[in-house]
């Protein structure tokens, strides 16, 4: 498939965050919609919205269709099979958004959850985006420097402001440990990944849509990915929006 488009792979795209994305950037950017369970409700391959009054009607919102896969972000098996699928289908990966998340709040000592989730709340939430990222390196961006650097080809984590700041109470220990991780990976990826001419940022807000709005997250992934920033986290909060640095 030809597209003037920037192809994007993002993760996560069942949950809130994905799916909103979806909604309203689909009409910019060709999107791979994986998900783990559930599809994200916006139109696809799979499905598209039908007028009830008049089915055969063609609809504005069908235009702009996302191409969901279903993967596990654990299987790295699956991890190559959303590379191969996205550069059979469009010739290119533009972007990467890691925004699938495993989230387990419970107390260290007075219940066995938190332990029995460990490892898979640090494989989703640091081991995957990493993993994903070097695959696309290797299969695609690393021998591409200059075209890298004209297409603004770059990386976005999903992290939170867990990651760098604790709630007291909250039992988000292994999930803010994990967010923590994927800030400094962030740091370092960028580093590394400068070589080839690729960005790498991370998002980290605080709780949405509780604290914060979904569309406010959103913005934050446009803003990063269209722009230059590179070894960045952006924190959205209630007050505003501050950027970290690599300590």
């Not at 599809?39 to 799979?46: D, M, Y």
């Not at 997250?217 to 070894?231: K, N």
Request: hydrophobic letters at 45%; proline letters at 4%; charged letters at 20%.
């Amino acid at each position: 498939m030809n597209s003037t488009k920037k192809v994007c792979i993002l993760t996560g795209a069942g949950g809130r965050l994905g799916t909103r994305f979806c909604q309203r950037h689909a009409d910019k950017y060709e999107i791979v919609a994986v998900y783990r369970r559930r599809a994200p409700q916006v139109p696809s391959q799979l499905q598209s919205l039908v007028d009830p009054l008049d089915p055969t009607a063609e609809l504005a919102e069908n235009r702009h269709p996302v191409y969901a896969l279903r993967a596990d972000l654990s299987d790295e098996r699956d991890l190559a099979r959303i590379v191969e699928v996205t550069l059979a289908r469009f010739n290119r990966i533009d972007v990467l958004i890691n925004a699938a998340v495993h989230s387990i709040w419970s107390p260290m000592v007075d219940s066995d959850q938190l332990l029995a989730s460990l490892q898979t709340q640090f494989n989703i939430n640091v081991c995957a985006p990493l993993r994903l990222a070097v695959l696309i390196a290797r299969q695609f961006w690393r021998d591409r420097a200059p075209e890298n650097a004209q297409m603004n080809r770059n990386i976005i984590n999903v992290s939170s402001i867990a990651g760098v700041r604790i709630y007291s109470g909250s039992g988000q220990s292994a999930y803010s440990a994990s967010k923590a991780a994927l800030n400094f990976l962030t740091w370092h990826m960028a580093e590394e990944f400068r070589a080839f001419g690729v960005r790498v940022n991370a998002t980290a807000p605080d709780a949405f849509p509780r604290l914060i709005s979904t569309d406010s997250v959103v913005d934050s992934l446009v803003r990063l990915e269209a722009g230059v920033l590179s070894g960045k986290v952006l924190v959205l909060n209630k007050d505003g929006v501050r950027m970290l640095s690599a300590p």
